[in-house]
């Protein structure tokens, strides 16, 4: 079973929609949850973090956690075509001196005109 | 920009070149990482650096040989690839290597093997 699973998509959407992506992880010790996004051409870059359990809203942005199912969710409200990217879960896990990120297989998102 | 670049973006390369690439990052950070991305899989940790000591190897074949002379600089050095090695290899660094920290991306190099 992979740590962290994520839907590939890809997952079009019309402008002005809510959309939901979604990771579940199967190790219960994880408790730091990170969204990037990856734009075409770019590198990923973080988009939210959130610790434990609960919501983090940030703008249009919302991260939830829900230990008790192991499934972490980003939610984008009023979606613009600015939006279309890849979208990547990722837990961070110490390991020695650094720090591992383990990441989902990323959700390509298309928001549509 | 990210702070972090890399060089070459586009590397094209036969199974018998040898070949390196580049990654600075001007962060002033002390942990730095190379990433393995290939389509519809995790990116793949390949190796990580913190304060120019590695401190992981994620059981990379010996083809891939990484260098860090400096917190700011670290190299991949290819050789004798294979075509499965064909992939967009990213550069990383983070402050301090702890769990908590940003890790911030280069844009990547897309790599070619024939």
């Known amino acids: 079973q992979k740590e962290v699973e994520q839907d590939p998509g890809p997952l079009s959407v019309p402008e002005g929609a809510i959309v939901s992506l979604n990771c579940t992880y199967s190790n219960s010790a994880f408790q730091y949850f990170m969204w990037y996004r990856q734009y075409s051409r770019k590198g990923p870059e973080l988009l939210m973090y959130?610790?434990?359990?609960g919501n983090k809203e940030d703008g249009r942005f919302t991260a939830q956690v829900d230990k008790s199912s192991k499934y972490i969710s980003l939610f984008i409200r009023d979606s613009q075509p600015s939006d279309s990217a890849t979208y990547l879960c990722a837990t961070p896990q110490n390991t020695g001196t650094a720090s591992k990120l383990t990441f989902g297989t990323g959700t390509r998102l298309q928001v549509t005109l | 920009e990210t702070g972090v670049t890399q060089t070459p973006r586009h590397l094209v390369m036969g199974m018998t070149n040898k070949k390196s690439l580049k990654c600075e990052q001007h962060l002033g950070h002390n942990a730095m990482y190379w990433y393995k991305q290939s389509a519809k899989k995790p990116l793949e940790l390949m190796f990580v650096?913190?304060?120019?000591?590695?401190?992981e190897n994620n059981s990379v074949p010996s083809r891939f040989s990484p260098e860090c002379p400096n917190s700011s600089h670290l190299f991949l050095h290819l050789h004798t690839l294979q075509p499965e090695d064909s992939a967009l290899y990213l550069c990383?660094?983070?402050?301090?290597?702890?769990?908590?920290?940003?890790?911030?991306f280069g844009p990547g190099t897309r790599l070619t093997v024939l």
């Open positions: 959130t610790y434990s359990s």
């Open positions: 650096y913190n304060f120019k000591e590695q401190t």
């Open positions: 990383a660094s983070s402050h301090s290597g702890l769990a908590a920290d940003t890790q911030y």
